[in-house]
């Protein structure tokens, strides 16, 4: 929370000033008003006032300066200002995406999980991009298993199933998903290509020539 944010903060903790602040949210009142609703000494008022308005939470309206009314925005200034920051995406959710596509990642993922689904069409086909790896190529899943795996990233997991089925990222048939498309999981190695983990291209899986 910034500096300005915390004073507002501490202003709000004084019971007088919470006082004149919960009264201005319900509507706008004189000096004269303030004191009868929440029956403080005038004095009182105006020093909450002041203080109120140094932090900007109130101020004069404008076309009547003897009425003083809340800052609704400067509240919200201030509860953005408080509220943590959302955990930054999980370096595993990047692998296998170009620097483009990880931007974009960026800004729909916290951690491992996916925070929404994107409404961008661009932007939401880079996210189903990397769903797809989480789905290994010539294996076949169940519904069941799907449904968990894309649970894992988002609650909505009907919407991304029904996505990766309809941009080809999957298939279905007799209750059974498998990968239809994307890019190759590169987590093997460039130099796999006979796809036995080693690297050296003979099918054996002992790393040698």
Known sequence: MDEDAQRAVVALLDPVRLAVAGALAVRPHTIDQLCDVITAER????????????????????????VFELVPTRLAEIAAAASPAPPAMDRSIGYGMTEEERDVLGRYFSGRTLREVPVNRASRR?????????????????ERQVV???RSFHPDHAALR????????????????????????LDRGADDVDGDGDGDGDGDGDGSP
Do not use: H, Q
């Open 43 to 66: 004095r009182k008022v105006l020093e909450a006032l002041a203080e109120l308005r140094s932090v900007a939470l109130c101020r004069p309206r404008v076309d009547d300066p003897a």
């Open 148 to 150: 968990d795996l894309l």
């Open 162 to 185: 029904r996505y990766l089925v309809d941009g080809e990222f999957l298939d279905r048939s007799d209750g059974r998903y498998w990968r239809a498309g994307g890019r190759v999981d």
């Open 126 to 142: 880079v996210v189903l991009e990397r769903l797809a790896l989480e789905f290994e190529i010539g294996e076949s899943y169940t």
